[in-house]
């Protein structure tokens, strides 16, 4: 079974620029989560999606920052514009409703603000 | 308040070793719940373990085993005869039972170790 995929797996970019990350959660998967990954902050949930329906975006640092999730089988992460701060890791994670509820994790997108 | 501590930063062992990777929690809850993830050079964060605070059992599989003692708050990681191939960043994480049963879906994750095992 295909995991959760993300994409790019680079992004390499400039102050104000706008950034799009995508994620395709594991078939049948109800929940999607983004994370944030630094080494001041370590691993932080920014955003979950139920039934694409966004849950809870109090992890989401600013305004700068959206997500969108059009269907069940994608979903966007923005920065517009973009800071040097922004730069981390961003994780996808998808996980089932009911049943086992282990978050599974994408390969993550390394996002570097030059 | 919820809190994950993985005081070891880093760890650095010869290949056969066992090495144990420790984990403590803060929570206030009765029942909970406990992660293992691991995160290898390449980047991703791969699943090894999920623990409920109510089965403090432990639970080996092949060269894995976790010690979850309720007593100390800990949910400790061992590793027997490390091989290279383990040499990854390791998360412990905590979860809230959730209201209709099974984890929410805030995980709080630790700092994370660093196991180097040299050849």
């Known amino acids: 079974d295909a995991g959760v995929i993300q994409s790019p797996r680079h992004e390499v970019t400039e102050m104000g620029q706008e950034v799009t990350l995508r994620c395709k959660p594991i078939?049948?998967?109800?929940?999607l989560f983004w994370y944030r990954q630094t080494m001041m902050r370590g691993l932080e949930l920014l955003i979950y999606f139920n039934n694409n329906v966004p849950i809870d975006d109090s992890g989401m640092p600013e305004d700068r920052f959206s997500a969108k999730m059009p269907n069940a089988s994608f979903s966007t992460l923005k920065i517009q514009p973009s800071e040097p701060r922004d730069s981390a890791v961003y994780f996808c994670?998808?996980?089932?409703?009911?049943?086992?509820?282990?978050?599974?994790f994408g390969p993550g997108t390394r996002l570097t603000v030059l | 308040a919820q809190k994950v501590t993985q005081a070891q930063t880093e760890i650095s062992v010869v290949e056969k070793e066992d090495v144990t990777l420790d984990c403590v929690y803060e929570?206030?809850?009765?029942?909970?719940?406990l992660f293992w993830y691991k995160q290898p050079p390449s980047g991703e964060l791969v699943f090894l373990i999920r623990r409920n605070s109510f089965d403090e059992q432990n639970e080996i599989s092949g060269r894995y085993s976790w010690n979850f003692q309720k007593s100390t708050s800990s949910f400790n990681f061992t590793i027997t005869a490390s091989q290279v191939v383990d040499s990854a960043v390791y998360f412990c994480a905590l979860s809230r039972y959730g209201r209709y049963g099974g984890a929410t879906n805030k995980l709080i994750f630790g700092t994370g170790t660093l196991l180097a095992v040299q050849p």
């Open positions: 078939s049948g998967h109800d929940y």
């Open positions: 929570t206030r809850d009765t029942t909970y719940y």
């Open positions: 994670a998808s996980r089932p409703s009911g049943g086992p509820d282990t978050q599974y």
